[in-house]
């Protein structure tokens, strides 16, 4: 579930992360205007993006878009 997810991201918590995709059938659906990887590296959760990748999660963007362009400011 999607709001699971949300709190594992707020939370910075892998374990919760995992438990969370495991769930979710479309991990590169926007959850709030957001793709998780975008959510990801805009909460500063770092220790989450390692578990979306291996989920299976893409990263696609250009430029200043890109989302970890947003991690890294």
Request: glycine share 6%.
């Amino acid at each position: 579930m999607a709001a699971d997810l949300l709190a594992a991201i707020s939370a910075n918590d892998p374990d919760q992360a995992k438990q969370a995709v495991a769930d979710i059938k479309n991990l590169n659906k926007k959850l709030e205007g957001q793709t998780p990887v975008e959510r990801v590296c805009a909460a500063g959760a770092d220790r989450l993006l390692a578990v979306l990748l291996d989920a299976g999660t893409k990263v696609s963007s250009e430029g200043w878009l890109h989302p970890f362009y947003a991690a890294a400011n």
